[in-house]
């Protein structure tokens, strides 16, 4: 499911002539961003500058507590792009920003990521701080989070995980699974979101800048 949206971009200082002095990078661009996003209710997951010949791609990834909606991704495209213009962020050259949702492949490294895979099946590999040395991964399903720690079913067992000891989980592949709420939806009504040709899935819009 996606949406494009194209304008005009305001010419803003050349990059050499702009305050620091140097081609944006994903780091400043993530101090003068973040609170735009954060206004919305969503957070800024990722910040990624690509040079693609004489055009640049700006791909900034966003998310929320019960996921983000076409609608949401194209009002924080606005309100970036206003940003962006404002602040002649990304000085003279011209680039296509693209705003999206993380995919499934995105890892589990916040608090908040685990808490939004909650049903979830994953697969962490293990950190060796659980007090006996163990190493590997542990696969099961996310059935809780606290301050401290996740809870996972592992073979039908609850077991109690605090973050320390859970490296960067991915959420695994269910095929044939509903997600919860979905059990009485008539099959084939809905075309699930896809997977783009980088991983990200559901929601993106993109806006073409520049000449």
């Not at 995105?106 to 908040?112: I, K, S």
Request: proline share 6%.
């Amino acid at each position: 499911m996606s949406g494009s949206r194209h304008g005009q971009r305001r010419l803003g200082q050349p990059a050499e002539q702009r305050p620091g002095g140097s081609a944006p990078d994903a780091a400043r661009l993530t101090v003068l961003l973040e609170p735009v996003i954060r206004a919305l209710d969503m957070d800024l997951e990722g910040i990624k500058v690509v040079a693609a010949g004489r055009r640049r791609l700006l791909r900034i990834v966003v998310d929320a507590d019960g996921g983000v909606s076409l609608d949401d991704i194209a009002l924080a495209s606005r309100e970036l792009s206003a940003k962006l213009d404002a602040a002649a962020a990304m000085g003279e050259q011209p680039y296509t920003l693209e705003v999206t949702s993380p995919g499934i492949d995105r890892p589990l490294t916040e608090r908040r990521h685990w808490r939004r895979a909650t049903g979830r099946l994953v697969k962490a590999p293990l950190t060796g701080q659980q007090g006996n040395g163990d190493a590997g991964c542990i696969e099961g399903r996310v059935a809780g989070t606290s301050e401290h720690g996740v809870t996972l079913e592992v073979a039908g067992k609850l077991r109690e995980f605090r973050y320390a000891e859970l490296g960067p989980a991915r959420v695994q592949v269910e095929f044939g699974r509903l997600d919860p709420g979905q059990d009485d939806e008539p099959a084939g009504d809905d075309e699930p979101a896809g997977d783009d040709a980088d991983g990200a899935a559901g929601p993106r819009e993109e806006r073409s800048d520049g000449h």
